[in-house]
């Protein structure tokens, strides 16, 4: 497992006092508001009705990723956590391609804003994935160029996330897309009874 970061500068001090105004949400909307996409492409927040498209998407991301029984997110998790309360865990960028005047969902992006001790804030990206038959024609390089404008527009310093060491065309688009590859980095978890056992360790015997 690798990590990755576009390093930009922090032309995000002045963004701080509009996105704190402002609010999150908000300040997503406007960012994206601001942005000339390609042809058949648009780029928006999802929402409660969005979840059968999210659905979808998810099962597709996880049958490429070769763990098609690996998914326990529910619709009503990413409901609760991410449309219905004002205080979100994440933001949800659906992608959308036209075709015979219709839009319908072909990608996705989830995000959520961090704190590090050298970038300070920075957007985390996860769960990135296109549909096979929309992949190649730019679309991947616009969600990705859209997020880095919602990161600068969230005073944000820098935009990272992970990919498996596996996914090499998608390594290869990170590259040809000028990301920066970290290496050295490892990923380190707790996951399932691990997590459980660990924070066991310290709780009061009647919790
Ligand atoms: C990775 C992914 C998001 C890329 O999106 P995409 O629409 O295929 O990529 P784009 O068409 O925007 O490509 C942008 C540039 O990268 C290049 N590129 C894309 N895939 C490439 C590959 N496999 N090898 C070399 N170059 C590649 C394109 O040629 C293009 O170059 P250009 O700007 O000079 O024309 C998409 O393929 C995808 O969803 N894959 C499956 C899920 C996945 O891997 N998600 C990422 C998990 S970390």
């Known amino acids: 497992m690798?990590?990755?970061?576009?390093?930009?500068?922090?032309?995000?001090?002045?963004?701080l006092c509009d996105f704190?105004?402002?609010?999150?949400?908000?300040?997503?909307?406007?960012?994206?508001?601001?942005?000339v996409a390609p042809p058949s492409m648009r780029?928006?927040?999802?929402?409660?009705?969005?979840?059968?498209?999210?659905?979808?998407?998810?099962?597709?991301l996880a049958d490429f990723e070769k763990e098609p029984d690996a998914v326990n997110v529910t619709s009503e998790h990413y409901d609760l956590d991410g449309f219905r309360t004002h205080r979100p865990l994440f933001y949800c960028f659906l992608l959308e391609t036209e075709?015979?005047?219709?839009?319908?969902?072909?990608g996705m992006a989830f995000c959520y804003v961090g704190q590090y001790y050298d970038t300070g804030r920075f957007l985390y990206l996860v769960d990135f994935f296109i549909e096979e038959p929309y992949r190649g024609n730019g679309a991947g390089k616009f969600v990705m160029g859209s997020l880095a404008t919602v990161a600068l527009n969230l005073g944000c310093s820098k935009m990272v996330w992970q990919a498996l060491n596996w996914n090499t065309p998608a390594l290869a688009f990170y590259n040809k897309i000028g990301a920066n590859v970290v290496e050295g980095l490892l990923t380190a978890r707790f996951k399932g009874d691990s997590l459980h056992a660990l924070s066991t360790m310290w709780q009061k015997s009647d919790c």
Not at 43 to 60: C, N, W, Y
Request: with cysteine; glycine share 8%; hydrophobic share 35%.
């Open 2 to 15: 690798r990590a990755f970061g576009t390093d930009h500068c922090a032309s995000g001090s002045e963004k």
């Open 20 to 35: 704190q105004s402002r609010g999150t949400r908000e300040t997503i909307v406007l960012a994206l508001q601001g942005l």
């Open 99 to 106: 075709r015979n005047e219709k839009w319908f969902a072909s």
């Open 43 to 60: 780029l928006r927040l999802a929402e409660t009705p969005d979840l059968p498209a999210i659905s979808r998407l998810v099962q597709g």
